[in-house]
């Protein structure tokens, strides 16, 4: 299994089952993530949602996937049958602290890739943990359900150790 074809079955497997979001996930061309998950499926590691229409661009993993993804602990396994990671809850903990963010504050704290930040956020959007508001200026502002989440997993992103699973 090539590194390539690993990353996307660990995107898969922390939520985002859709096509878009693996590819800017990867920030490759999507003709490049396209043939990844044909070989992932013709390899039996995901399937599709559908054979037509939108679910044909979602994917989830199949037993034979899970198998090459053990989780440290119990814990562990619960959040990411949730389709949630660390970056997810740490994006929500901070519109929790930062209602009022701008987008300086949160390219700071997150010092990541624009595609990354902005697939995780509409993976979370797309969960209920995140709302989008505004027309012309987008707008993000935690959910009742992130924080409901939030509070199920007692995120501290101050104390967390970066070594260690939330």
């Known amino acids: ?36 998950i044909e070989e992932l499926e013709q390899q039996g590691y995901i399937r599709r949602k559908s054979t037509a229409g939108i ?10 996937a899970d198998a090459l993804f053990m989780p440290s602990d119990r814990r562990e396994a619960d959040r990411l049958s949730q389709g949630i990671n660390r970056l997810d809850l740490e994006l929500l903990q ?14 700071e704290r997150f010092p990541v890739d624009n595609h990354v930040l902005a697939g995780h956020m509409m993976k979370l959007i797309r969960q209920g943990y995140l709302e989008q508001t505004g027309i012309f200026r987008m707008r993000v502002k ?20 970066p070594s260690k699973p939330i």
Request: hydrophobic share 35%.
């Open 55 to 64: 679910g044909f661009y979602q994917f989830y993993l199949t037993k034979r």
């Open 94 to 107: 901070f519109f929790q602290e930062e209602p009022d963010y701008s987008h300086e504050q949160l390219c």
């Open 1 to 36: 299994m090539s590194p390539e074809q690993k990353q996307v079955l660990t995107f898969i497997r922390e939520g985002f089952h859709m096509m878009a979001e693996i590819t800017d996930l990867l920030n490759v061309d999507s003709f490049v993530t396209n043939e990844l």
């Open 142 to 161: 935690l959910s009742r359900g992130g924080e409901s989440l939030i509070q199920k997993w007692q995120v501290s992103t101050h104390s967390l150790d």
